[in-house]
């Protein structure tokens, strides 16, 4: 199946710091990169789809500000948690679509995860 | 509004057969996906569902009704590595994937 790398896999900064957390696709062309947030115990909650060349589509209630989506190629895409908080501690999660994959079904190929720890 | 529900949590035994369901009201549907998700980990995918009927892959098989709004995942022959969560997601008509919140198994030996 295709490969989505995700890095680092766990980061602690100090508030005010700011973290990012790069998303690449080792073996197929991703245009779209999804951004997931996941608090303990909860599902995945879509903080923002990310696009190749244009701007990413952040979801309601996503400061755009503080989660900068940065999409330069068609396998990477980086997600950067600005002036980090203790309360933006989570586990981060990105994931994207073989769109030239024969058959797709839409299935997420998904990342590792990034454990983010702001103290 | 888009709503997935299944159970948050179930116990089940070493060896036993347990069914998650999941409903669903979605505007529009493009497939039902099954993914395990193990604790501190990224979930991985377990099963797709477009049309009505049971799709069976070793341990595991999921079932899908669409006129019902009905998914649900047989887990056979349950080892103790199943124990993690099980995420029912469904790829709406904009093809956007809505997630339920996840049914947490435990498995007790």
């Known amino acids: 199946g295709a490969v989505v790398s995700q890095h680092p896999s766990r980061v602690i900064c100090k508030s005010g710091t700011s973290v990012k957390i790069e998303c690449r696709s080792l073996d197929f062309q991703a245009t779209t990169m999804f951004w997931y947030r996941q608090f303990p115990k909860k599902s995945l909650m879509l903080m923002a789809t990310s696009n190749e060349g244009s701007k990413a589509t952040y979801e309601q209630g996503v400061e755009k500000d503080k989660f900068l989506i940065n999409h330069a190629s068609l396998t990477l895409s980086t997600l950067t948690v600005t002036s980090a908080h203790p309360e933006d501690s989570s586990f981060y999660i990105c994931?994207?679509?073989?769109?030239?994959?024969?058959?797709?079904?839409?299935?997420?190929?998904f990342g590792e995860g990034s454990r983010l720890t702001v103290l | 509004g888009q709503n997935i529900d299944q159970p948050t949590e179930m116990t089940a035994t070493e060896g036993a057969i347990v069914q998650i369901n999941c409903t669903y009201q979605?505007?529009?549907?493009?497939?039902l996906f099954w993914y395990q998700q193990h604790a501190g980990e990224a979930p991985t995918f377990l099963s797709y569902n477009v049309l009505d009927g049971l799709e069976e892959k070793g341990r595991f098989s999921s079932f899908l009704s669409r006129s019902k709004g009905y998914s649900y995942l047989l887990l056979k022959e349950l080892q103790m590595k199943d124990s993690a969560s099980y995420l029912c997601?469904?790829?709406?008509?904009?093809?956007?994937?809505?997630w339920g919140a996840g049914t947490k198994l435990i498995i007790k030996p």
């Open positions: 979605t505007s529009g549907f493009n497939g």
């Open positions: 997601a469904v790829l709406d008509s904009n093809y956007q994937l809505i």
């Open positions: 994931s994207a679509r073989d769109l030239a994959r024969q058959g797709d079904t839409g299935e997420l190929f």
